[in-house]
């Protein structure tokens, strides 16, 4: 099973810019497609984007809307997501977790096994 541990959260203005990392450790990581999601408080977690193993495919929620970019270091065991022109709303728990690389690309959190324990982003306003 693959472990992930997330790094890159702390607080930034509106407008800003951030960036997260998730490494893998305890299986080869490209058996893995590898997913970001966040949870505001008091609403559900919802996905933000998600790779695949090669870095050939992506997927993005929505309210991303070109602000996000999700890539992979497959070299160094590595997810990142660089946040660009973060909001207010952008504030959350962000977690990284991988999915049996036959998933492709998902933002269905049934379809990831493995979860970090999250970094905190806040965007003030």
């Known amino acids: 099973q693959v472990q992930v541990v997330e790094s890159g959260g702390g607080l930034v203005q509106a407008g800003g810019s951030l960036n997260l990392s998730c490494t893998a450790s305890?299986?080869?990581?490209?058996?893995?497609?590898m997913g970001w999601f966040r949870q505001a408080p008091g609403k559900e977690r919802e996905g933000v984007a998600c790779?695949?193993?090669?870095?050939?495919?992506?997927k993005y929620a929505g309210f991303v809307k070109g602000r996000f970019t999700i890539s992979r270091d497959n070299a160094k065991n590595t997810v990142y997501l660089q946040m660009n022109s973060l909001k207010s709303e952008d504030t959350a728990v962000y977690y990284c977790?991988?999915?049996?690389?036959?998933?492709?690309?998902?933002?269905?959190?049934?379809?990831?096994?493995?979860w970090g324990q999250g970094t905190q982003v806040t965007v003030s306003s």
């Open positions: 305890g299986s080869p990581f490209v058996n893995y497609a």
């Open positions: 977790a991988a999915a049996p690389k036959i998933v492709v690309v998902s933002l269905d959190e049934s379809d990831f096994a493995s």
């Open positions: 790779i695949s193993w090669s870095g050939l495919s992506t």
